[in-house]
């Protein structure tokens, strides 16, 4: 026996399985098919720290392709699959936005009449929310009428002069708005120093700042003994004769493949990556893929459509400064409202940090900046004097959105990729429309000159869930509310893929809590089992 | 910049200001950007299709065109022109807008964001009174 535990992907969710587990007398392995990254490597350390989110920083696996990435074909897809392989997994290249899903999005069935309810609900997680801003570092401010009461945060990110304005703007029109929730530490804590304000928190944070796990919960989990194993990748997960799994199959970097063997493991690769990986093992119980005889792994696939919104202000607003996801946001849209047209709702997160390439680039693209004698004069309209900001559409269910594989499009180890069919329901349409018209209220509320919006944005399929649903009926879910196989009872899921609704915010958080509920719940069921 | 055309080009498309201390198109190291993504032939092609316009309309090679006339015959022959200018334009403003000089000149400074960081304004926080003031707003919901 290799491990006790072994836990493939090293991300968001696998770091917080890892650490809880690693508060016990378990033998833990984690296997991470991509490598540690450097914080002196990233690229605002380097001066032409906006290029390189076009090339191996970008949050693209097709375009970034590096030897640890799996090609995705997503050309089914209005919304191209963003992720990270990594230690840290996409939280190095995240925003660090951090807001919690709301109680209703735990009982869409029963409120609204759309998605299902999940078997656990915001009451099950909210401890967890608790020790997971602790374990992570998350600051903001209490007090948000979006949310019961949320504690211990660490002083809210500035809201800058562009947070103030749009915030001025929120007023005017009435409407709820709060400073971010941001996983971004803004006091040196521990080993941590405080934000500098960088900027470009989605190339990775150089000052560690910003709270991806490779240095929040690894360090502690590392410590405490857990063995992680980079460069190396799961291709199948192995069944034993009792219907159980054996252990994991792997390949190194080199192609050298061995089966690593433990009493349980848990798949923690995200919504693309977990199914990808139960797909391609095979299973005596279902020629369908592992744990899939309800015929719903892969399926469900949410992926938050997300509207863009700009407007451009006669004063600068130095939005070219400060951490890039994090500043303010508003719920006044969250919740579902009888008079609109469609069920459940979005949230607005207020960006920042178009640098100067970015401002040129788009302003370009939208004939704003135009070559020639204007080209300074128009830039210098643009430039700082930009607000924009994300409308994140609660994506409901539907069994047609789903993750297959591709057979004719394998990765470096030779493992079938993944292929995304997605496409955006009426429901959700009908929310972009209402999203991006508000968008531009708001703009306008707050003295904009121009606004301009758009979406659903191609580039922004960060938030991959529901392709492995939690429930208590085997025949509609993946997993029970444990996270544990209805079909495999060593075998537990513990990302993103279990939600069985995606609320309309950043999912990391709630992931993270999720994940340390399903922690919590192997613990127990490997001690009861025995060693 | 080993080729004249594409290096009067760019000069064209980005014109130095001396005013804001921007310097022209062909200061920054685009053929850099260009080898990078393999798009170098291709740029070269397209401003010979550039100059070779310019000579059709107004019997002038690329480097005697002035700026105004340049703006000029964007706006006239726009469908010619707008191929090769999106084809070359992200390239350049990735080459322009990431170098040191520039940044400097737009304020940002010429070193990078780390280790230093960036001073921003904190914001008014009394700003959330009416929002709090106006009570819960999300469904309170048991569990």
């Not at chain 1, 530490?185 to 521990?190: P, R």
């Not at chain 1, 696939?301 to 004063?315: A, I, R, T």
């Not at chain 2, 950007?33 to 740029?43: F, G, S």
């Given at each position: 026996m290799d491990a006790d535990v072994i836990i493939v992907g090293a991300g968001a969710a696998g770091a917080a399985v890892a650490w809880r587990l690693s508060n016990t007398k378990l033998k833990v392995l984690c296997i991470e098919q991509g490598e540690f990254q450097l914080p002196s490597d990233y690229p605002s350390t380097r001066s032409k720290w906006e290029l390189e989110k076009f090339g191996r920083f970008s949050p693209f696996p097709n375009i970034r392709m590096n030897a640890f990435d799996y090609p995705i074909n997503d050309e089914g897809s209005p919304i191209a699959i963003a992720n990270f392989n990594g230690v840290g997994g996409s939280t190095i290249l995240y925003s660090g936005h951090f807001p919690r899903m709301h109680p209703s999005d735990f009982r869409t069935k029963t409120l609204d009449g759309v998605g299902d309810d999940w078997p656990i609900n915001y009451g099950d997680l909210e401890p967890f929310f608790a020790l997971n801003d602790r374990m992570m570092g998350v600051s903001g401010l209490e007090g948000d009428p979006a949310y019961p009461l949320i504690e211990g945060l660490l002083p809210p990110v500035p809201m800058g002069k562009v947070g103030e304005k749009l915030a001025e703007g929120f007023n005017n029109l009435g409407w709820h708005w709060w400073p971010s929730y941001a996983a971004i530490v803004t006091k040196n804590t521990g080993q941590r120093n405080a934000c500098i304000n960088l900027g470009p928190c989605n190339?990775?944070?150089?000052?560690?700042?910003?709270?991806?796990?490779?240095?929040?919960?690894?360090?502690?989990?590392?410590?405490?003994?857990?063995?992680?194993?980079?460069?190396?990748?799961?291709?199948?997960?192995?069944?034993?004769?009792?219907?159980?799994?054996?252990?994991?199959?792997?390949?190194?970097?080199?192609?050298?493949?061995?089966?690593?063997?433990?009493?349980?493991?848990?798949?923690?690769?995200?919504?693309?990556?977990?199914?990808?990986?139960l797909l391609n093992s095979i299973s005596r119980k279902t020629k369908r893929g592992m744990g899939n005889s309800s015929d719903l792994v892969g399926r469900n696939l949410m992926l938050h459509p997300l509207g863009y919104v700009e407007g451009v202000f006669e004063e600068n607003l130095e939005s070219n400064l400060g951490p890039q996801g994090?500043?303010?946001?508003?719920?006044?849209?969250?919740?579902?409202?009888?008079?609109?047209?469609?069920?459940?709702?979005?949230?607005?997160?207020?960006?920042?940090?178009?640098?100067?390439?970015?401002?040129?680039?788009?302003?370009?693209?939208?004939?704003?900046?135009?070559?020639?004698?204007?080209?300074?004069?128009?830039?210098?309209?643009?430039?700082?004097?930009?607000?924009?900001?994300?409308?994140?559409?609660?994506?409901?269910?539907?069994?047609?959105?789903?993750?297959?594989?591709?057979?004719?499009?394998?990765?470096?180890?030779?493992?079938?990729?993944?292929?995304?069919?997605?496409?955006?329901?009426?429901?959700?349409?009908?929310?972009?429309?209402?999203?991006?018209?508000?968008?531009?209220?708001?703009?306008?509320?707050?003295?904009?000159?121009?606004?301009?919006?758009?979406?659903?944005?191609?580039?922004?399929?960060?938030?991959?869930?529901?392709?492995?649903?939690?429930?208590?009926?085997?025949?509609?879910?993946?997993?029970?509310?444990?996270?544990?196989?209805?079909?495999?009872?060593?075998?537990?899921?513990?990302?993103?893929?279990?939600?069985?609704?995606?609320?309309?915010?950043?999912?990391?958080?709630?992931?993270?809590?999720?994940?340390?509920?399903?922690?919590?719940?192997?613990?127990k069921d490997l001690d009861s089992r025995g060693r | 910049?080993?080729?004249?055309?594409?290096?009067?080009?760019?000069?064209?498309?980005?014109?130095?200001?001396?005013?804001?201390?921007?310097?022209?198109?062909?200061?920054?190291?685009?053929?850099?950007?260009?080898?990078?993504?393999?798009?170098?032939?291709?740029?070269?092609?397209?401003?010979?299709?550039?100059?070779?316009?310019?000579?059709?309309?107004?019997?002038?090679?690329?480097?005697?065109?002035?700026?105004?006339?340049?703006?000029?015959?964007?706006?006239?022959?726009?469908?010619?022109?707008?191929?090769?200018?999106?084809?070359?334009?992200?390239?350049?403003?990735?080459?322009?807008?990431?170098?040191?000089?520039?940044?400097?000149?737009?304020?940002?400074?010429?070193?990078?964001?780390?280790?230093?960081?960036?001073?921003?304004?904190?914001?008014?926080i009394e700003l959330l009174e009416p929002v709090y003031n106006r009570g819960l707003v999300y469904r309170n919901i048991h569990g």
């Amino acid at each position: 026996m290799d491990a006790d535990v072994i836990i493939v992907g090293a991300g968001a969710a696998g770091a917080a399985v890892a650490w809880r587990l690693s508060n016990t007398k378990l033998k833990v392995l984690c296997i991470e098919q991509g490598e540690f990254q450097l914080p002196s490597d990233y690229p605002s350390t380097r001066s032409k720290w906006e290029l390189e989110k076009f090339g191996r920083f970008s949050p693209f696996p097709n375009i970034r392709m590096n030897a640890f990435d799996y090609p995705i074909n997503d050309e089914g897809s209005p919304i191209a699959i963003a992720n990270f392989n990594g230690v840290g997994g996409s939280t190095i290249l995240y925003s660090g936005h951090f807001p919690r899903m709301h109680p209703s999005d735990f009982r869409t069935k029963t409120l609204d009449g759309v998605g299902d309810d999940w078997p656990i609900n915001y009451g099950d997680l909210e401890p967890f929310f608790a020790l997971n801003d602790r374990m992570m570092g998350v600051s903001g401010l209490e007090g948000d009428p979006a949310y019961p009461l949320i504690e211990g945060l660490l002083p809210p990110v500035p809201m800058g002069k562009v947070g103030e304005k749009l915030a001025e703007g929120f007023n005017n029109l009435g409407w709820h708005w709060w400073p971010s929730y941001a996983a971004i530490v803004t006091k040196n804590t521990g080993q941590r120093n405080a934000c500098i304000n960088l900027g470009p928190c989605n190339t990775g944070c150089a000052q560690s700042a910003k709270s991806s796990v490779d240095v929040s919960y690894w360090p502690t989990a590392l410590a405490n003994g857990v063995e992680l194993r980079t460069r190396t990748r799961v291709s199948q997960l192995i069944e034993g004769a009792d219907g159980e799994i054996v252990g994991v199959e792997v390949v190194s970097q080199s192609g050298e493949v061995c089966v690593l063997r433990s009493r349980a493991v848990v798949l923690a690769c995200n919504g693309v990556g977990t199914p990808r990986i139960l797909l391609n093992s095979i299973s005596r119980k279902t020629k369908r893929g592992m744990g899939n005889s309800s015929d719903l792994v892969g399926r469900n696939l949410m992926l938050h459509p997300l509207g863009y919104v700009e407007g451009v202000f006669e004063e600068n607003l130095e939005s070219n400064l400060g951490p890039q996801g994090c500043c303010i946001a508003s719920h006044e849209f969250y919740e579902t409202d009888d008079q609109r047209d469609f069920k459940r709702g979005y949230s607005m997160q207020v960006l920042r940090g178009p640098g100067p390439l970015e401002t040129a680039l788009s302003g370009n693209l939208r004939r704003e900046i135009s070559w020639g004698s204007n080209h300074h004069s128009d830039f210098e309209k643009r430039f700082g004097r930009i607000a924009s900001m994300s409308t994140i559409l609660e994506d409901l269910p539907h069994p047609d959105n789903r993750v297959t594989l591709d057979e004719g499009l394998r990765d470096q180890s030779g493992i079938p990729a993944p292929r995304i069919s997605y496409e955006l329901k009426i429901n959700t349409k009908r929310m972009m429309s209402h999203a991006l018209n508000k968008g531009r209220e708001l703009m306008h509320a707050a003295g904009a000159r121009k606004s301009y919006a758009f979406g659903p944005v191609r580039e922004t399929g960060w938030h991959l869930m529901g392709t492995a649903r939690m429930g208590d009926d085997p025949s509609s879910s993946v997993v029970n509310k444990f996270g544990r196989s209805h079909d495999v009872p060593n075998l537990y899921i513990a990302d993103s893929s279990v939600f069985v609704t995606s609320g309309a915010v950043n999912p990391t958080s709630t992931l993270q809590a999720v994940a340390l509920w399903i922690a919590e719940g192997i613990a127990k069921d490997l001690d009861s089992r025995g060693r | 910049m080993p080729d004249q055309n594409l290096e009067a080009l760019i000069n064209l498309m980005i014109p130095g200001d001396s005013r804001l201390n921007l310097p022209s198109g062909s200061y920054v190291d685009l053929d850099v950007i260009l080898q990078m993504e393999n798009k170098w032939e291709t740029a070269i092609l397209l401003a010979e299709q550039f100059a070779e316009i310019v000579h059709g309309k107004l019997n002038k090679t690329l480097i005697q065109l002035t700026v105004e006339e340049f703006d000029e015959i964007c706006r006239s022959f726009r469908t010619q022109i707008d191929p090769i200018l999106k084809a070359i334009g992200p390239s350049l403003l990735k080459a322009y807008y990431t170098n040191p000089k520039v940044q400097d000149a737009l304020g940002i400074g010429k070193d990078p964001p780390f280790p230093s960081g960036r001073n921003v304004y904190t914001g008014n926080i009394e700003l959330l009174e009416p929002v709090y003031n106006r009570g819960l707003v999300y469904r309170n919901i048991h569990g």
